[in-house]
């Protein structure tokens, strides 16, 4: 017997947080019936439903994407804004979905999958992944300012963990500077949160790295099936914060 959200999970229609919303909200049925208790556990007997379609069992996939600028990180967008997942819909018939989330106008690493047990590993705070960025700000920081962000600074939904933070070019005249910074949380917009928190906003963000993945030769809108090793290892990676 397993727990239903997990099921769901596995099956490759959601991440475990949305699969649980799914429930909460009515939209599961197990064998006809409509459950909203997170608890519940099924078996693999149990016919269920999400939203009146019937969960098939599918390869798990695992992708590596150059998200280009200008798309949602969704699997659909009730705005009618190009998705992350548009971008495979061609050739990849699974039902992935992206591993977090970069903003719309963030380009740079983001993995998919239909594996919602790998999604919740590599997203869950608890696990904590180092997600390096490259930020174009306005502005020169201060050396205090980027001790700040080293040290950890107050947002309006709590501080954030000690950062490794570096600039790696400025010009004062033009006032501009690009920095790198690396963080293992993922709060919404913390990148541009804590820049702009220092006085020196981001014009432009691009995530790099991903625990040891990097983006290599692909370009943006380019995407590559993750290795069955690079998948292992990033299991390992979040269970316990390092490779071996
Ligand atoms: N931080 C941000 O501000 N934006 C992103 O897309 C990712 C991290």
């Not at 490759?12 to 699969?19: L, M």
């Not at 994407?65 to 992350?84: C, F, H, M, N, Q």
């Not at 700040?148 to 500077?177: H, Y």
């Not at 949380?185 to 702009?196: A, L, P």
């Given at each position: 017997m397993e727990?239903?959200?997990?099921v769901?999970?596995y099956?490759?229609?959601a991440?475990r947080r949305?699969a649980?919303?799914?429930?909460v909200?009515g ?5 006809g019936?409509?459950?909203?208790e ?7 007997s ?5 939203n009146?379609v019937?969960?098939?069992?599918e390869d798990?996939?695992?992708f590596?994407?150059y ?8 699997v659909?967008?009730?705005?009618g804004r190009?998705t992350?997942?548009d971008?495979f819909k061609?050739h990849v ?14 380009t740079g690493l983001?993995l998919?999958?239909?594996?919602g047990?790998f ?8 696990f ?7 930020a174009r700000?306005?502005?020169?920081p201060t050396v205090?300012g980027l001790k700040k962000?080293?040290?950890g ?5 709590g501080?954030t963990?000690p ?10 005249q033009?006032g501009k ?11 919404n ?5 804590m820049?702009e928190a220092?006085?020196?906003p981001?014009v432009k ?8 993945l990097?983006?290599g030769?692909?370009k943006?809108?380019e995407y590559r099936e993750?290795?069955k ?11 316990t914060?390092?490779?071996?």
């Amino acid at each position: 017997m397993e727990r239903l959200q997990k099921v769901i999970a596995y099956a490759g229609v959601a991440s475990r947080r949305k699969a649980e919303q799914l429930i909460v909200e009515g939209k599961v049925t197990v064998n006809g019936k409509v459950v909203r208790e997170l608890g519940t556990k099924v078996s693999n007997s149990d016919t269920i439903e999400v939203n009146g379609v019937k969960l098939e069992k599918e390869d798990k996939v695992y992708f590596l994407l150059y998200k280009p600028k200008g798309y949602i990180s969704a699997v659909t967008d009730d705005k009618g804004r190009k998705t992350v997942v548009d971008i495979f819909k061609k050739h990849v018939p699974e039902r992935i979905f992206p591993v977090g989330r970069l903003d719309y106008d963030t380009t740079g690493l983001l993995l998919l999958t239909n594996d919602g047990e790998f999604s919740y590993q590599l997203t869950h705070p608890k696990f904590k992944i180092d997600k390096t960025y490259v930020a174009r700000v306005k502005g020169v920081p201060t050396v205090e300012g980027l001790k700040k962000l080293q040290r950890g600074i107050k947002l309006e939904d709590g501080k954030t963990a000690p950062a490794k933070v570096s600039m790696t070019s400025f010009d004062e005249q033009a006032g501009k500077a690009i920095c790198e910074i690396t963080i293992h949380e993922g709060k919404n917009r913390q990148v541009r949160r804590m820049f702009e928190a220092i006085g020196t906003p981001v014009v432009k963000l691009k995530r790099e790295q991903f625990g040891f993945l990097t983006l290599g030769n692909l370009k943006p809108g380019e995407y590559r099936e993750l290795t069955k090793h690079e998948v292992k290892l990033l299991r390992v990676l979040a269970e316990t914060g390092k490779m071996e």
